[in-house]
């Protein structure tokens, strides 16, 4: 369970964060606020108080789009709604796996044009089904081809260069990729799958553990270091069986690549913790943000629209739904104590990392915190309609939208401000 050290009413919190009251927008400061720094048996941190988010410069959207790729209902070749896993390259470009076409497409943000690598297949240098990308240096890729069992690299001007057989490395299959360390030795972080649940299952609530490991292309097995928990989640028996599910509003982890070591979120309260390799912890950027409590109200408003959203899922599918079960089964998850003290996590090219604000079911509009890699807060944006960025770049961001006909288009904005 989730400690917390004061809770506050969540009306009280979102207009603290939006920048209302004291934090309104003449009270913001001009240039990045400054953490205190501290040692803590050989651990830097960097200190923020609770008021800093509504103190930090405000960052905006420029109105003029940097580039907008549309789709078109009469042009197949446009159509940019089946783009996944979208991230920034360091050239400021967006690349990410078309899922319909089976293709890269990397969407050039200085020209408007839109590029198409690889073919499907199994063959050599042919993608199956790409999986997340991560972004290496000169802007190429490395992904997992799970449909053909195999790890591929590949780059924005040549397409698929290399693949790697997961069968020949231990470990590699079950992996995920976080990225590579900063360190030029090219070493790849994952995360590895952890052991076998050993004697009787646990029952109730447990923080199970991610596990991290090391690998580097040419070794012939991953190797786990060590261990990071993943927020709260339940055990549940179904049958001669058990099943773990993740608690509703349940803070959760966030991973990823930070100069020479990596980033973890956790989301159960506002600390940013970079790792090296070996499982040391560096330091910490660290907001004193007194925490939330979940209520009944806030979990049933969480209960209706995740039902909501799976309704439309099978419909749209072509599927029958029982929304009576699915609320059935989303309620008896239960919920976690506290509020995340933030949503997702990302870092930039540059090192960046963009904090989203942690959005509540329903609610429109969005928050995030741009944090450099010294623990200074650079600014906030705050939008209050739409959704979420797809990617966050060093200083722009990519944004989906979509028209009445459901055909989605892709606008690059530049962050102001940075």
Known sequence: MIQTRSAIPLTLLLAACSGSGAGSDGARASAPLQPTVHDSSGVTIYEHPADALARAPLLTLDSTPLAVFAGDLNDPSLDVSA??????????D?????????????????????VRRGRAGSGPLEIGFAGPFVALQDDSLIFDDFQNDRWAIAHPDTGVVRTIAKNAVE????????????????????TVPGQA????PPTGRVNSPQYIGTWVIGDDSVHARFSVPTGPRVWVKIGDGIAQYRLGLAPSTSLGRWGDGFLVARGERWTLERWDTGGRLQSEVRLDRPSVLVDDAMFERS????????????????????????????RSRGYADTLAAHGSV????????????FIMPGDSGWAATAVARDGRILGRIIEPNGKLPIAWGDDRVAIETEDALGIATITIRKVRGL
Request: glycine share 12%; hydrophobic share 45%.
């Open 303 to 330: 209960v209706q629209s995740e039902t909501d959203e799976m309704v439309r899922a099978f419909v749209a599918a072509g599927r029958p739904a029982n929304a009576d079960s699915i609320l059935v089964a989303i």
């Open 94 to 114: 967006l690349a990410g796996y078309d899922r319909q076409a089976r293709q890269i497409l990397v969407l050039r943000a200085a020209t408007g044009a839109r």
């Open 346 to 357: 990302f870092v930039s090219p540059n090192g960046t990392i963009w904090v989203t604000d």
């Open 197 to 200: 649940l050993q004697g009787p």
């Open 171 to 190: 470990g590699l299959r079950s992996s995920r990729l976080i990225g590579r360390d900063g360190g030029g030795d090219g070493t790849y972080l994952l």
């Open 83 to 92: 783009l996944t896993w979208p991230i920034f390259l360091e050239s400021g």
